[in-house]
Nanobody, 123 residues
Framework: QVQLVESGGGLVQAGGSLRLSCAASERTFSTYAMGWFRQAPGKEREFVAAITRSGGITSYADSVKGRFTISRDNAKNTVYLQMNSLKPEDTAVYYC????????????????WGQGTQVTVSS
């Protein structure tokens, strides 16, 4: 498993932007596929975005496609989530997650999780 620490959350008005970062402790970070998930109050955790080990392939939930961008810098052991055109319904705790080798949209397949960072979008 890899230790993950998210940062960059906060309060933003609708239409604004935030960039989340997730720093990994593991020197073999490049062997981990990474994902971002979110959980709103009273709702289940849901997939947001995922990226392969090299960063060459990404996938997104339909609800964020065209607004969010996942990327990674393996030299810095960090994965990012750029969030633009934020909506109140994007309000949630955002988690980054890692799993060895193959990326997935299934939260249950990830074995490393960060503590989460709160994103609140006001209308």
């Amino acid at each position: 498993q890899v230790q993950l620490v998210e940062s960059g959350g906060g309060l933003v008005q609708a239409g604004g932007s935030l960039r989340l970062s997730c720093a990994a402790s593991e020197r073999t970070f490049s062997t981990y596929a990474m994902g971002w998930f979110r959980q709103a109050p009273g709702k289940e955790r849901e997939f947001v975005a995922a990226i392969t080990r090299s960063g060459g392939i990404t996938s997104y939930a339909d609800s964020v496609k065209g607004r969010f961008t996942i990327s990674r810098d393996n030299a810095k052991n960090t994965v990012y989530l750029q969030m633009n055109s934020l909506k109140p319904e994007d309000t949630a705790v955002y988690y980054c997650a890692g799993r060895k080798f193959v990326y997935s949209e299934d939260a249950g397949s990830y074995d490393s999780w960060g503590q989460g960072t709160q994103v609140t979008v006001s209308s």
